[in-house]
């Protein structure tokens, strides 16, 4: 029996559940008391570690030279199966072993990506690195290999891809485009041309992230930073030299950091001194402008060489957008409805500055702007925190009990095995069904730590859910104790590890979380919810391996559910009296966060609307040359762009001469012409929390619960259960298909063209 089926055979019983919340915070159940203490207590201790096994459950990675073996004998399983698929199969057994041979790579590389990043032994980090670097070199072999690419596209244009589910079908499209993205089409010459060009955009790409800021220095009065923080202003001191000027005045020189140029820019009472430091941080590095505009460059070319207009074009032509001016489209109908919000925040704070009878006249400049919103702030005082509600046992003792009422599974504290783990603050929780089967792992490393302070909050995949009864047998091929037994098949449990970096537990008290902090645990584990439950017998397109334009949506979703006081009742409870969370003084919070929201807004659709024009086919326009620097001259123009000039907003959000901001938009290198996912998912994730789960918020709780099992069962069934298996337009389609919108609406969107993405960018756009 599937857990489909399952699920709704307990429909009833879960949805009387829902309904007792005014108790529900309580934390009575043994399972409930065991899960809250793994996270809200110190972890037990050494006696977790050993050799007896190796990381994630794995034996061949039981030390670092084993890892180092793990990495060769995965190369020579992956031979003999690339030898298979060279022999010729039919179309389905084609796709089956192309999948069987990304998953026996990947099951090794994506470790030692984790291991690269969060564990704390140097011996492990190089071999990971070494173990890293040899299956991408031969994994970027693979892809020029012109016998598998035949094979494949025979698979897929043969008579036999009538055989393959859609599923299949999905992985087989995926696999194509990364051949043909790999230039393995092209005639030598080209080819050659490609490799070229696809090395100098990594090291350019390298070197743009590497670019330290090189803000200038400028002077700025001592007697300036009397109205900053006390901790602000000694750490101004001690890390920039002070000198006497020829008046007497003692000024200190300062090359403005983030830390040092937030602090100014809230508290400093001189516009003067903020517009001189506003200006020197923002300057950006010529070395930075100088990479970035040549990686931006190389994209362009390649993408031309494969046969797009532009890397824009490249890049979503397998993605949700499918095209440069659909995403323009888009941005631009959300624009329509989020300008007046940030005119609105805007005039708020004009009439701040006019109430504080402030001398300074005429617009208000970017310099200005978080000084007077943290004035704004000041007249109402401090709220109480919420984090004495929200510890982070109790948090994920919430998830849990969303989980359940949603899809029916649950999170159960496991104690790992000696060796299983990289740090004494893992936590491993499994995540079990109604029946009591297990769906998956997820190894929690949350609390900060000096080895991975590089990393922010992350989702690793660590092993995808797969259907492995009818793999091809290989000699020496792995298997391991997430490979369990389910309605007649074999299959391979998902592995994921969740980063945060939250404070640890403290000597008799517990972490405890913010708001903002609940809601990315919350955030994270969106994505391993969908691991978990994305599992369509196939590796390349389980879970979250989906289009990166609608792979945030159901994480995104998730965040409403952190803000839900239908939600927060099942868990926000007082770390000490137990006492639920007064929805007053949440809602008093919500108001605050809200009130400036709109700017963040502003900063979305600018980053995204920037990263478009960067990626364009002529940024600067038609048969304009691109001279040094014309990346930022991009910058400029868009701010006079009608999307965002003109109105109150236009001069307190524009363009300062002289600056170079995008030279610290990181996101240029991975997110290059996708960085509007994050506003797409977020439009769609509160269009289903309105129209399928009925949403509250905290400003407005609804007398219907959106912790429904009928809603979380259709989100399970047309969209978490494909991962990336089904077109997501389709996806979206059929789950917003529940009456609630007009049919010719549902059919556009699921059509998933220029149209559909209007209609999206249509839809209310929340905050942020």
Known sequence: ?????????????????????????????????????????????????????????????????????????????????????????????????????????????????????????????????????????????????????????????????????????????????????????????????????????HDWARAFVRSSPEPARTPVPVDSLRTLSAQATASILQAHPVRRRSDGVAVVEIAPDDYTAHAILRDCTDPAVREAVYSAWQRGAPAAEHALENMLQDRRELARLVGFDSFAHMALDD????????????????????????????????????????????????????????????????????????????????????????????????????????????????????????????????????????????????????????????????????????????????VVVLICNFAPPASGAPPLLGWADVETIFHEMGHAVHSMLGQNGFHNVAGTRCSVDFVELPSVLMEHFARSPHALSLFAAHHKTGQPLPPDLLRQHAARRHKFAAFDLHAQLFMSALDQRLHASEPLGSAVPLGSGWSTQTLARLHAEPMFAGGPASSLLGYVENTAWQTRFSHLVGYGACYYSYLLDRVMAARIWSQVFGGDSPGLQSSVSPLDRRAGQRLHDELLRWGGGRDPWHCLASVLDNGSAPHSEIEAISRGDQKAMQIVGSWHLPDL
């Open 1 to 201: 029996m599937g857990i489909a089926s399952r699920v709704r055979q307990r429909l009833t019983v879960r949805l009387r559940s829902v309904r007792m919340l005014s108790t529900a915070h309580e934390v009575t159940r043994a399972d409930d008391v065991q899960l809250r203490d793994l996270f809200d207590q110190a972890a037990p201790g050494p006696g977790w570690f050993g050799q007896h096994t190796g990381l994630l459950m794995e034996e061949r990675f039981a030390s670092p030279q084993k890892f180092r073996q793990a990495g060769q004998d995965a190369q020579r399983t992956a031979e003999a199966l690339v030898q298979k698929v060279v022999e010729g199969e039919p179309a389905a057994q084609t796709v089956k072993l192309l999948d069987q041979l990304s998953d026996t790579l990947c099951r090794v590389m994506d470790v030692a990506e984790l291991v690269r990043q969060v564990h704390p032994d140097a011996r492990w980090q190089e071999a990971a690195e070494a173990v890293y670097g040899d299956l991408l070199t031969y994994m970027n072999g693979l892809n020029t290999h012109v016998q598998l690419y035949k094979q494949l596209v025979a698979a897929l244009d043969g008579p036999d891809a009538r055989s393959l589910s859609v599923a299949a079908r999905a992985a087989a499209l995926s696999f194509r485009r990364d051949f043909e993205r790999s230039g393995i089409h092209l005639p030598p010459a080209a080819h050659a041309r490609f490799v070229t060009l696809s090395s100098r955009i």
């Open 319 to 494: 993605k949700m957008a499918r095209a440069p001016a659909h995403v323009d489209g888009f941005l631009q109908t959300l624009a329509v409805q989020a300008r007046p919000r940030w005119d609105a925040a805007a005039q708020m704070l004009l009439k701040a500055r006019q109430s504080a009878q402030s001398e300074v006249q005429g617009p208000l400049r970017p310099w200005d702007r978080d000084y007077w919103v943290a004035r704004c702030a000041e007249p109402a005082g401090a709220l109480p925190s919420l984090a004495d509600y929200f510890s982070l046992g109790r948090v994920v003792l919430g998830l849990s009990r969303v989980f359940s009422q949603l899809f029916g599974v649950t999170l159960r504290a496991v104690e790992p095995q000696p060796g299983e783990v990289w740090h004494a603050d893992v936590r491993k929780l499994n995540v079990v069904d109604e029946e009591g089967q297990v769906l998956g792992v997820v190894y929690c490393d949350v609390f900060a730590r000096s080895s991975k302070a590089h990393v922010g909050a992350a989702h690793f995949t660590a092993r995808c859910a797969r259907r492995v009864d009818n793999d091809v047998c290989i000699e020496s091929m792995p298997s391991g104790p997430t490979v369990v037994e389910r309605d007649g098949m074999r299959l391979q449990l998902p």
